[in-house]
């Protein structure tokens, strides 16, 4: 409001001494602005006038709340066809974050185990695995092998995109569905021939 009371009042001064601005015709563009309806507003300004009350924080958060109910809820991916790429991606970041943790969490507790008395060298390791069954070691290699390979294939089509290459929707579905058969295929391979 401020603002405009300033902008009309010097637009009145120069409405009323045109030679402050002599390359100006101020009788023909500035006469409609000084003639403004109401004082202290300039015409053709839409004001909404807004009421204001004070509430107590109990009333104000259930106030708020009512009117979040009122308000239209934006579809969010249901209203959308699942695609590959989809969960190609989220799978990526999955499978990144797995690997991650899985590695901070294992160096951790590789530095801390002399002072807990743990074991964790890499001779005890290799003796308590080929103690299992050979089909716990192959559920074993391949659920460790799966995050390795996926998150593998899916920087290699990451990397394929930097170069410009299978950029259009027919070509990324191809490449997500041939990063899914890879990894699967690769962990199955691991799992069983390594």
Do not use: C
Not at 56 to 75: F, G
Not at 132 to 142: D, H, Q, R, S, Y
Request: glycine residues 6%; hydrophobic residues 50%; aromatic residues 10%.
């Amino acid at each position: 409001m401020l603002a405009q009371r300033v902008a009309r009042q010097s637009l009145q001064r120069l409405a009323r001494r045109p030679y402050l601005a002599p390359g100006l015709a101020a009788s023909k563009y500035l006469a409609p602005l000084v003639l403004s309806p109401s004082p202290g507003v300039l015409p053709y300004t839409n004001l909404r006038p807004v009421a204001t009350q004070k509430l107590p924080p109990s009333e104000s958060s259930s106030l708020l709340t009512t009117q979040r109910l009122n308000r239209p809820v934006s579809p969010h991916l249901s209203i959308y066809r699942p695609q590959i790429t989809w969960y190609v991606s989220g799978t990526n970041r999955i499978t990144g974050s797995i690997l991650s943790g899985a590695f901070y969490l294992y160096f951790a507790s590789y530095l801390i185990a002399p002072l807990l008395g743990w074991h964790l060298e890499s001779q005890v390791l290799a003796t308590s695995f080929a103690a299992l069954p050979l089909l716990a070691k192959v559920g074993i290699k391949f659920v460790a092998a799966l995050p390795f390979t996926f998150h593998s294939f899916a920087g290699i089509r990451h990397l394929v995109w930097d170069f410009g290459l299978q950029l259009r929707n027919i070509q990324v579905a191809r490449t997500g569905w041939a990063v899914v058969g890879a990894s699967v295929a690769s962990a199955v391979a691991l799992a069983v021939f390594v």
